[in-house]
């Protein structure tokens, strides 16, 4: 119950295209789900986060799309860019677990120019 | 890297040494964790702390301890190392302090990379 589940483990996409994430959860109980980029060599950072009262959040050319009933969530890169190469990992996260983040297993991106 | 530093960044050692990771911040921030990041696993739990001398287990705790004896310090320590916890590590710290969405977010530390040989 306490896994978060994402996918595609890897994506190739051309420049200017739409990147697609996805990821799944089990847990009911969680009200806040971020994802976060890293590239190679630094630790990961917040990209953008959203809760469950809310069905998408958006912040330049990054959307969250928020399905609650299907317990699914995903991270839309509109006009993909070069730079966007890095790996996004999802998480979830509810208030009374001491702020634990769980994580997915990360999506490496890569953008073809 | 919002004032989080570690130490060493690379280590190598062998199997059955005792190693210690220093996690370092200068944010005041009450929470710390300790992550180990493996392919496919993503970033997974090993122990997080929430205040001086307050600390629990995570998702892969076993063949770890962790030590925080001031805000601004987090130790993790590989009691006899092995070569599966050859891994990169990353610190991360958060305020749950802030309102709202920002005492969620966590800020990494640059990692260590840990070959056990």
């Known amino acids: 119950q306490q896994q978060v589940k994402q996918s595609p483990q890897s994506l190739i996409v051309q420049k200017g295209g739409i990147s697609i994430i996805n990821c799944a959860y089990e847990n009911t109980a969680f009200d806040y789900f971020p994802w976060y980029q890293q590239f190679p060599g630094k630790g990961p950072a917040l990209l953008i986060a959203i809760r469950p009262d809310v069905s998408e959040k958006k912040e330049g050319r990054f959307t969250i799309s928020f399905n609650k009933s299907a317990k699914q969530f995903s991270l839309h890169i509109m006009d993909s860019q070069p730079g966007d190469s890095a790996t996004y990992f999802c998480a979830a996260s509810r208030m009374d677990s001491n702020y634990q983040l769980i994580w997915g297993a990360g999506t490496k991106l890569i953008i073809k120019p | 890297d919002a004032g989080i530093t570690q130490s060493p960044r690379h280590k190598v050692t062998e199997t059955g040494t005792p190693v210690t990771l220093r996690c370092h911040q200068t944010?005041?921030?009450?929470?710390m964790y300790w992550y180990r990041q493996d392919p496919g696993h993503g970033l997974r739990l090993i122990h997080y702390s929430y205040g001086v001398k307050d600390t629990d287990k995570g998702e892969v705790s076993d063949g770890y301890s962790v030590s925080r004896s001031k805000t601004e310090d987090f130790l993790l320590t590989l009691e006899s190392a092995t070569s599966s916890q050859t891994s990169v590590y990353f610190c991360?710290?958060?305020?749950?302090?802030?309102?709202?969405?920002?005492?969620?977010?966590?800020?990494f530390g640059p990692g260590t990379r840990l070959t056990v040989t």
């Open positions: 944010e005041n921030h009450r929470y």
């Open positions: 991360a710290i958060s305020d749950a302090a802030r309102r709202g969405d920002r005492g969620y977010e966590q800020y």
